[in-house]
C-alpha cells in the first residue's frame, strides 16, 4: 500500500492520523479487504475503498511448483514486471524472496534477470506489497532479498522496507540482503547497524575469471569487495554468506576450491553457499551432483563452512537466477 497516500488521504478526509497505523496492522498481519478492519468506521472504510488501493501491485498470474514454491507475477501501477516468490520448507519455515527492482542494471552473464530490460528501482511500499501478497495467505518468518534486482542499488527503500517486516512476522536477524558487491552498498549496511545478514555472490575466488561472469567485478574487483565484507564481520560479528554458483567446468575444480578457501578468511567470518545451477538461455552447465560434493568436501578440508542451496521451484522458473517475467 502506498502508506503515504493513505496518510495524505486520511488527512484530507479530516481523520485523526493513529487510522494510518490502524489499517497498517491490519495489512501486516494479512487483511484482505477494507472490509475486514472493523476498528474503523464503516463510511471511512468505503471511502479508502475508493481512493486507497489495498497494494501498489496488481497480480498478474501466479504459478505453484511441485515442491510448494509459490511465484508471483505482480505489475507496478505504472506497468513494470516484479516477481516475488515463496518457499515453504518441510520444517515449517516460510521464506520470500523479493525483488528490489524491476529488471537488473547488472549483466552476470548467467543470470536471467540480468538479460530483461531494466525498468527502475521499487519503492519501499512495492518491495513490502510483494510480502504483503504472500502474507495474506500465509504466516512467514524469513525473507531474502534475492529476486530481481541488485538491493544495494536501492539501498534506502530496502532498508525501509526492513523496519515495515518485523510487523508481518519477519525480524531483521531473520532477514537477508544479497549483493554483487556493490562495495558502497555493503558499507552503508555495515554503517547503518540494522541486523540484517550480509550475502555476497561471489562465484569466482580470482578476478580475470569473476569479470568474465560478473562485469561489475571491474568496477569493485574481488579483493576490495572481500575487505568490505571481513569490514561487515568486524562491526557486526554476524557471519557473511558467500553465494558461489556451481558452473561445470568453469569454477567447479579443486585447484578452484583451494583458492576460494584461500580468500575465505579468517574462517569465521565466512559460510559459504554452494548453489546448483538453474537452467536459464545461458551456455553454461551446471555442476553434478558429485562435482558439488568434491568441491564441498575440498573447501571443508580446508576449514571452511559450507552448506548446499536447496533448489525449490525449479519447474515454475521460480529458482535462483530464474527470475525475468517472461514464462
Ligand atoms: N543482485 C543480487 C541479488 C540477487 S540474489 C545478487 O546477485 O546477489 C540471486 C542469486 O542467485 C545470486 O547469488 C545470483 O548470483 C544467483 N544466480 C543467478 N543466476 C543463477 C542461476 N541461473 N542458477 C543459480 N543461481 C543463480
Not at 493513505?6 to 484530507?12: I, S
Request: glycine share 8%; aromatic share 6%; with cysteine.
Amino acid at each position: 500500500m502506498d502508506l503515504d497516500l493513505l496518510k495524505a488521504t486520511l488527512a484530507d478526509i479530516g481523520e485523526p492520523s493513529y487510522r494510518a497505523g490502524q489499517v497498517w496492522e491490519w495489512l501486516a498481519r494479512g487483511a484482505a479487504s477494507y472490509v475486514e478492519m472493523t476498528n474503523l468506521p464503516s463510511g471511512l472504510r468505503a471511502q479508502l475503498e475508493e481512493r486507497v488501493a489495498l497494494s501498489t501491485l496488481t497480480l498478474e498470474r501466479e504459478a505453484l511448483a511441485h515442491d510448494g514454491t509459490v511465484k508471483a507475477l505482480l505489475r507496478t501501477g505504472d506497468g513494470h514486471p516484479v516477481e516475488a516468490v515463496l518457499m515453504r520448507y518441510r520444517d515449517g519455515r516460510r521464506s520470500l524472496c523479493l525483488s528490489t527492482q524491476s529488471g537488473c542494471p547488472l549483466t552476470c552473464s548467467f543470470c536471467a534477470t540480468g538479460r530483461m530490460r531494466f525498468a527502475r528501482n521499487l519503492t519501499r511500499d512495492e518491495i513490502v506489497d510483494q510480502a504483503l501478497h504472500f502474507r495474506r495467505r500465509w504466516a512467514i518468518d524469513h525473507a531474502v532479498f534475492m529476486g530481481m534486482g541488485e538491493p544495494m542499488m536501492n539501498l534506502d527503500a530496502v532498508l525501509a522496507a526492513c523496519e515495515l517486516l518485523p510487523a508481518l512476522g519477519i525480524t531483521n536477524r531473520r532477514t537477508a540482503i544479497s549483493t554483487v558487491g556493490w562495495i558502497p552498498g555493503i558499507e552503508r549496511l555495515t554503517a547503518s547497524g540494522v541486523p540484517v545478514r550480509l550475502a555476497l555472490s561471489l562465484h569466482a575466488a580470482e578476478d580475470s575469471l569473476r569479470s568474465q561472469l560478473m562485469a561489475v567485478n571491474d568496477r569493485y574487483p574481488l579483493a576490495d569487495v572481500l575487505e568490505a565484507c571481513r569490514a561487515h564481520y568486524a562491526a557486526t560479528r554476524r557471519t557473511v554468506f558467500i553465494e558461489y554458483v556451481m558452473l561445470a567446468g568453469v569454477n567447479d575444480r579443486h585447484e578452484q576450491a583451494l583458492a576460494l578457501a584461500r580468500v575465505l578468511s579468517p574462517r569465521e567470518a565466512f559460510k559459504v553457499n554452494l548453489i546448483p545451477y538453474n537452467p536459464t538461455d545461458s551456455l553454461y552447465v551446471g555442476s553434478g551432483r558429485e562435482a558439488i560434493g568434491s568441491f564441498r568436501a575440498a573447501l571443508e578440508s580446508r576449514g571452511v563452512r559450507v552448506t548446499v542451496r536447496l533448489t525449490r521451484g525449479r519447474d515454475i522458473a521460480a529458482a535462483c537466477g530464474q527470475l525475468a517475467a517472461a514464462g
